[in-house]
Nanobody
Framework: QVQLVESGGGSVQAGGSLRLSCAASGHSYSMYSMCMGWFRQAPGKEREGVAAIASDRSTSYADSVKGRFTISQDNAKNTLFLQMNSLKYEDTAMYYC??????????????????????WGQGTQVTVSS
């Protein structure tokens, strides 16, 4: 079992920045071997993949956030990050951390349909005011 706890959400004006964190615990295998991702869900919309990182450190981003968001991880601390810059009103959503037991490509970890068991965090709210 994997426990994921997100933090770092909040309210920010358009053009601002936020850094989300996701602390992973309770697993016998390290974050290094898993594929990690960030998803978001706005009211009335489906959950969508935002950014993902595979065990080979390759990354994948949704087109809507390319060039603005950066995913990274600190394996020593089992922590995943999402640096969000140049935030837009449409980035407003609940952001969720996800951990896939394995994946072949980072894009698989970005997909709503995982190729392996996926664990979810409880989410952290990001609100961007225009």
């Amino acid at each position: 079992q994997v426990q994921l706890v997100e933090s770092g959400g909040g309210s920010v004006q358009a053009g601002g920045s936020l850094r989300l964190s996701c602390a992973a615990s309770g697993h016998s295998y390290s974050m290094y071997s898993m594929c990690m991702g960030w998803f978001r869900q706005a009211p009335g919309k489906e959950r969508e993949g935002v950014a993902a990182i595979a065990s080979d450190r390759s990354t994948s981003y949704a087109d809507s956030v390319k060039g603005r968001f950066t995913i990274s991880q600190d394996n020593a601390k089992n922590t995943l990050f999402l640096q969000m810059n140049s935030l837009k009103y449409e980035d407003t959503a609940m952001y969720y951390c996800a951990a896939d037991r394995w994946c072949v490509t980072a894009s698989q970890a970005l997909s709503r349909v995982p190729v392996s068991r996926r664990y979810w965090g409880q989410g952290t709210q990001v609100t961007v005011s225009s």
